[in-house]
């Protein structure tokens, strides 16, 4: 069974790989550096709300395991102001400190994770992969995660001068596709309607794959700047499962419920970041940067967190 696990996030992993490979070849012959912004806003705007409220519209999150959320919750507070910690102590920029935020808190947990835990757990796997996502780690992400990134960058240096802190997050796509697919919950959307938003929802990842390759560049030379890549890599490969496995048996989670916030907790930084790196002019180089060595490393992690839980 566990060989077949491994088999199940190698092949997510090539999947990844390759389509942000192809990302990666067209700049240097099809697309011009303006392009990123371009597919940046495409994807924030509609592509990614239409994700999200599909997803919270036909997967609509129970009460009783308010527990895996609330692990989330816990575990990206802490770790993320550990990042900006480090991010100080290693004297980076604050865009990159912004960055290196965004990658620690936020796991890869709907592209690669709700797969692997089907794959491990059936539906009840599934089921909470998506509170853990859309309850807990979108909430935090483009809330907390919003205010807290809006703060580190100078107004000049947003992508919108005229927003930052909370009136930022009052304008967040994702956000706000998230409230509506709670309010929307006793309304019978069309079926022609809830195919579009699926159809839209449906194009955010490859897009998000495609962009990370776009914005890869060569690695880092500097010690300072490959310091605080190996650090984001670290925290969240490492540290965020660590915390979220203590976290979890301290809320009494278990069985299912436990492995399933562990293994998510232990996914790479989220193809996201990029994204919001991009709106909010933060150091997206680093950003891809550790997105990209993550996903990589996550193959032999993931499988030595597999073995601590099972």
Same mark, same amino acid.
Request: proline share 4%; glycine share 6%; charged share 15%.
């Given at each position: ?12 992993? @090539?999947?990844?790989?390759? /389509? =942000? &490979? #192809?990302?990666?070849?067209? %700049? ?8 990123? +912004? ?36 816990i ?27 965004l ?40 809330t @907390?995660?919003?205010?807290? /990134? =809006? &703060? #580190?960058?100078?107004?000049? %240096? ?8 909370? +009136? ?21 959307i ?16 490859p ?42 048996k ?31 002019? #933060?150091?997206?180089?680093f ?7 993550s ?16």
């Amino acid at each position: 069974m566990e060989l077949r696990i491994q088999e199940k996030m190698l092949k997510i992993l @090539i999947t990844l790989i390759i /389509i =942000s &490979l #192809l990302g990666y070849l067209g %700049k240097n012959y099809l697309f011009k550096e303006e392009d990123k +912004e371009v597919i940046s806003k495409f994807v924030y705007n509609f592509s990614l709300p239409a994700l999200v409220f599909y997803s919270i519209y036909t997967n609509p999150p129970q009460i009783s395991s308010f527990k895996v959320a609330i692990t989330e919750w816990i575990i990206s507070f802490i770790v993320g102001t550990l990042s900006i910690f480090l991010g100080f102590i290693l004297k980076l920029s604050r865009e990159t400190i912004g960055s290196l935020f965004l990658v620690s808190i936020g796991g890869n947990v709907t592209f690669m994770g709700y797969p692997i835990m089907e794959k491990l757990f059936g539906n009840q796997g599934l089921t909470l992969a998506i509170l853990y996502d859309q309850l807990g780690m979108i909430v935090f992400v483009y809330t @907390i995660g919003i205010l807290v /990134i =809006s &703060l #580190l960058v100078k107004p000049e %240096k947003t992508t919108n001068r005229r927003f930052l802190g909370i +009136e930022r997050i009052l304008i967040n796509p994702p956000l706000w596709a998230l409230i509506a697919g709670f309010l929307f919950q006793k309304i019978n959307i069309p079926d022609f309607l809830l195919e579009s938003f699926s159809i839209l929802g449906r194009a955010t990842t490859p897009l998000m794959m495609f962009l990370l390759g776009l914005s890869l560049s060569k690695p880092y030379k500097d010690n300072k700047s490959i310091m605080g890549v190996s650090v984001g890599v670290l925290l969240k490969l490492i540290l965020f499962p660590l915390f979220a496995l203590i976290t979890a048996k301290l809320l009494n989670l278990s069985d299912i419920p436990l492995k399933v916030t562990v293994l998510e907790s232990a996914m790479p930084s989220m193809l996201t970041a990029l994204v919001l790196s991009l709106q909010f002019n #933060l150091d997206y180089v680093f950003t891809s940067q550790v997105i990209t060595y993550s996903t990589l490393l996550s193959l032999i992690t993931l499988n030595l967190w597999i073995g601590v839980i099972k």
